[in-house]
């Protein structure tokens, strides 16, 4: 199975600042994922993305989160006003719909400093 | 509260020691239970999917197994390369999203 990339690698930011992270998925997937893994701690989910809308989210997705699919292809997520315990690596996953199978892409580390 | 525990939370084992590491888990509806392989600051890479009690899946020197109330994951005469940190992720009726173990460190010695 091919997988997803996401930019940037590695981002840096101060405490408060906004930032964007993106995902850029096989098109013919229609399930999207984010899971955020603080280190040394378990891989969490954070929000569900199906037609262009949220299907499910969890207690940590609160008001500073939003997920977008802005041109019909990346997908991003969006932290509005960091904190630095959102330091974390953050993971983009899909499935094709047909199976529960997630494949996850190599994640973005953030850093807030 | 769905649930989902891994053991041991590390493992050292000799090349070709063989061994096997166990998710329990708790949930309400167990749709899919899922093993991942996650090497240092890289994603999980996906393993095997189990679906109901009995099944059992091989990948080269893994075996995945499944009952009502646990998984193991066998690794039969283990290699260096087969170090990582081992994930089982479960999915619940109604609901996409995974539940993750902490997951077990496996470090293989040559």
């Known amino acids: 199975e091919p997988e997803v990339t996401q930019t940037p690698s590695h981002q840096v930011t101060q405490m408060g600042q906004e930032v964007i992270l993106r995902c850029v998925p096989i098109?013919?997937?229609?399930?999207f994922y984010w899971y955020r893994q603080i280190l040394g701690q378990k891989v969490e989910f954070l929000v569900s993305f199906y037609n262009n809308e949220i299907s499910e989210k969890s207690e940590i997705f609160d008001d500073q989160f939003s997920v977008e699919r802005p041109d019909g292809s990346n997908f991003t997520l969006k932290i509005r006003s960091t904190k630095l315990e959102d330091s974390a690596m953050y993971f983009c996953?899909?499935?094709?719909?047909?199976?529960?199978?997630?494949?996850f892409g190599p994640g973005t580390r953030l850093t807030v400093l | 509260e769905d649930q989902v525990t891994q053991s041991p939370e590390a493992l050292r084992l000799q090349e070709g020691e063989s061994s096997s590491l166990n998710c329990s888990y708790t949930?309400?509806?167990?749709?899919?239970l899922f093993w991942y392989r996650q090497d240092p600051g890289k994603g999980p890479e996906f393993l095997f999917t189990l679906y109901s009690a009995g099944e059992e899946k091989e990948k080269e020197r893994l075996k995945a197994t499944l009952t009502k109330k646990e998984s193991f994951l066998h690794i039969t005469a283990p290699k260096p390369e087969d170090s990582a940190t081992y994930l089982c992720a479960v999915t619940t009726s109604g609901t996409y999203k995974y539940i993750f173990g902490t997951g077990t460190r496996l470090k293989v010695l040559a």
């Open positions: 098109s013919n997937h229609l399930y």
């Open positions: 949930v309400s509806g167990l749709r899919g």
């Open positions: 996953a899909r499935d094709r719909g047909d199976t529960d199978t997630q494949y």
